[in-house]
């Protein structure tokens, strides 16, 4: 059994921060050494392999041949549409890039927004032409594991579910449905406070510091879908709306232009 072969993942990197694969180091359970010594072969991936130059995208190259049909490919950052040399690896554009690596996956897995709906380089007015995976490559399951960052347990999650079950159930987004199957209002403790009436005006007011509700501080909770108000973050200590600031819904399309972070709905 320990010569058994893990299923290979192949991560792609596009237009994106690093947040994504920050987030994906701190997952706690299953965490990210659980899950390349125990369960998936890592094959490619920026930010975490030790290999660069020629030898990183050799083993690229030798991870799409030997596991053609087969591999995981996890993709973040959205693809620059406009000019193939916007954004590019190895002198190969993210578009062909993306394009070759997902023709030999069994499925793809869009980790965080700007992979799952274009996300900030997308944002208006899009100097790059920025697209989502789904807008480029039609012929394949993907799963949008969006939020910027996604949770950390949500990104190792979704990879240990469909690497045990297979595809997960999904909602009309192609999110995983057991993720993000509730918006955050409905499981958010502030929820009494804004049945109440009881709203925070300013940051700093007495219904801030009391702990209301932050509808009119701009929380779009009541529109956003994610498990933030019941998994949280950082090992489940936490999230945006408990340390005091609203949900900007961040795992929703086009969260930047949707009325701004600071305005209410
Ligand atoms: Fe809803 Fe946001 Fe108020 Fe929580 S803080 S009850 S999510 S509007
Ligand atoms: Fe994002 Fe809202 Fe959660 S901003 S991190 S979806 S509380």
Redesign the pocket.
Known sequence: LEQAKRPSVIWLSFQECTGCTESLTRSHSPSIEGLIFDAISLDYHHTLQAASGYGAEAAREEAIKENYGKYVLVVDGSIPLDNPGFSTIAGISNVDMLREAAAGAAAIVAVGTCAAFGGLPKANPNPTGAASVADIIKDKPIINVSGCPPIPVVITGVLAHFLTFGLPELDSLGRPKAFYGQN??DR?Y??P??ERGLFAETFDDKGAKAGW???KLG?K??VTYNACATTKWNEGTSFP?QSGH??IGCSEPDFWDFGGLYQAL
Request: with cysteine.
């Open positions: 955050i209002h958010c502030r929820r406070f804004y509700c932050l509808y929380c909770g009541p709306i609203g949900c």
